[in-house]
């Protein structure tokens, strides 16, 4: 079994029920089938994998689940096939950790979007990689070039590609903008557009341009070049960073958290029934 394999189909028959949207799936079932896209349980995991990767030209898309993700991919059928089609999944948030540990699945860790931007650099830099930008402004493209190649002495961004308002990632300028990155030479590529177009593009790239990883960041970029504040250390460290995030733009997330909230009771009831169901199967051979 290669490392696509492994990681990127290892929920089987639930990410296919998942990626289909079959009418005839129950929300439990959906459920369950989102909190099992997690395959990757930590961050040393992840880098120890893509450095294996990188090392042996494989590529790579790198998905970070939310609650906000799993709302979306209930009702956008489009974003659950991207999500099927990642090499990695982890959780992206508080509440996807604690319902996998609900599941019983206890080795699952915290492991932010933003937060990987780092050690993936550090990685590309040990490596000898570069990498490429692909989303958000220019302005803030460039800052963030400066200020990670400054941080990590070696690394090299070749690209810094920000698509017009309204960019579609299923179109024929998708496929010119991820041409123009494997023309670039970058192995790697951070996309900074928002989900779903985001994980969208990541699929399609990692299909196109299979020897390129490709790693979903939402804001990430802003918060590197300074364009957006992230919440302060001592939020983050008692979970309350949606919170933050709520009360300093209530107008945009209010309605995207109340989603999340309505959603939350099914969630634990089908962690709880995964759980259970682990309990009651029959010792292996």
């Not at 949207?21 to 959906?30: E, G, L």
């Not at 937060?115 to 990689?129: N, R």
């Not at 985001?198 to 390129?212: D, M, T």
Request: hydrophobic letters at 45%.
């Amino acid at each position: 079994m290669n490392n696509r394999q492994h990681h990127g189909r290892g929920t089987g028959r639930m990410e296919k029920s998942l990626a289909d949207n079959d009418p005839r799936q129950t929300n439990a079932d959906h459920r369950a089938s989102a909190l099992a896209l997690v395959n990757t349980p930590d961050e040393a995991a992840l880098l120890a994998d893509i450095g294996a990767r990188l090392d042996h030209g494989q590529g790579f898309a790198i998905a970070t689940l939310n609650l906000d993700h799993v709302v979306k991919l209930r009702r956008d059928p489009t974003f659950a096939r991207a999500y099927a089609d990642q090499s990695h999944v982890v959780a992206d948030g508080n509440p996807v950790v604690w319902l996998c540990h609900l599941a019983g699945r206890r080795d699952v860790r915290l492991v932010p979007g933003s937060e990987l931007i780092a050690p993936l650099a550090a990685l590309a830099a040990q490596k000898g990689v570069a990498l490429a930008f692909l989303g958000s402004t220019e302005p803030v493209l460039r800052a963030a070039k400066t200020r990670l190649e400054a941080d990590h002495p070696g690394l090299t961004v070749q690209a810094c590609l920000a698509p017009p308002f309204g960019f579609d990632p299923e179109g024929a300028e998708a496929d010119a903008l991820l041409d123009r990155v494997a023309a670039s030479g970058a192995r790697i590529c951070l996309l900074a557009l928002g989900a779903p177009k985001q994980e969208v593009l990541a699929a399609r790239g990692y299909a196109r341009h299979p020897g390129i990883g490709f790693l979903s960041i939402g804001a990430g970029l802003d918060f590197i070049a300074g364009h957006q504040t992230r919440a302060p250390f001592w939020v983050r460290r008692v979970a309350m960073e949606w919170l933050w995030r709520m009360l300093t733009n209530p107008r945009r997330l209010a309605r995207r958290y109340l989603d999340c909230a309505l959603f939350l009771p099914g969630l634990t009831v089908a962690a709880l029934s995964q759980r259970q169901g682990k309990r009651s199967e029959p010792p292996r051979n």
